[in-house]
């Protein structure tokens, strides 16, 4: 079974300090990752993906396969990167998209 | 940029009551989807739907869920006979091709449905 862990549901940082926001996954075979994005009273968007190896916004993310992790990074936080943001899984042929809890991130100006 | 819209935005309803919730996902996607978040917890998938048939369903996507395709433009989530615990925001989303080709997915605002 596929999973998506987001340990913490509450994020405040400081305006330009960096950020960090945790996912882990399990699954056993070869998975596809991405960071979804709600803006207040805005729809849920795609932020990137990490077959794209983008950067979006400022952050990146890097699939780490030993650690099964992909983490969201920025290194200096804006007050507009205020959101809720989800990690979330699928994998090659399978149409359900898996997502973690969330964590809400909030910029402290 | 073109957007999927979710009518209405808020449903109330009585326990044991059908629901019907619309969607008409972008013109051009071949894929779609209905989601559902239950207060406080994560987005969950319910099913996908492409070429006018359920590609996949989740074990909440039981008999008394239901979508349809009517025309060339709706998307339509049905639920039979709704539960108190079926009260959630229902998002419906599309895609050009399907997520498990790490296609971006394309979602609506919402529906929150209320079941009394």
């Known amino acids: 079974a596929q999973r998506v862990t987001q340990p913490e549901k509450l994020l405040s940082v400081f305006k330009g300090a960096p950020v960090e926001l945790k996912c882990n996954y399990s699954?056993?075979?070869?998975?596809?990752l991405f960071w979804y994005v709600q803006y207040s009273r805005q729809r849920l968007q795609l932020l990137l993906r990490h077959i794209s190896r983008e950067s979006i916004k400022g952050f990146t993310a890097d699939l780490n396969k030993g650690e099964t992790s992909f983490h969201l990074k920025k290194p200096f936080a804006q007050e507009e990167d205020s959101a809720m943001y989800y990690c979330?899984?699928?994998?090659?042929?399978?149409?359900?998209?898996?997502f973690g809890t969330g964590t809400r991130l909030t910029i402290i100006p | 940029e073109p957007e999927v819209t979710q009518t209405p935005s808020h449903q109330v309803t009585q326990m044991g009551q059908e629901v019907i919730l619309r969607c008409v996902p972008i013109s051009n996607h071949l894929y779609f989807y209905w989601y559902r978040q239950i207060l406080g917890q994560k987005v969950e998938f319910l099913v996908s739907?492409?070429?006018?048939?359920?590609?996949?369903k989740s074990e909440i996507f039981d008999d008394q869920f239901s979508v349809e395709r009517p025309d060339g433009s709706n998307f339509t989530l049905k639920i039979r006979s709704t539960k108190l615990e079926d009260s959630a925001m229902y998002f419906c989303a599309s895609s050009e091709r399907g997520t498990g080709t790490n296609e971006k997915l394309f979602f609506g605002s919402g529906t929150q449905l209320s079941v009394l």
């Open positions: 979330a899984l699928s994998n090659f042929g399978n149409e359900k998209l898996t």
């Open positions: 739907f492409y070429n006018n048939e359920i590609s996949e």
């Open positions: 699954y056993s075979g070869s998975p596809e």
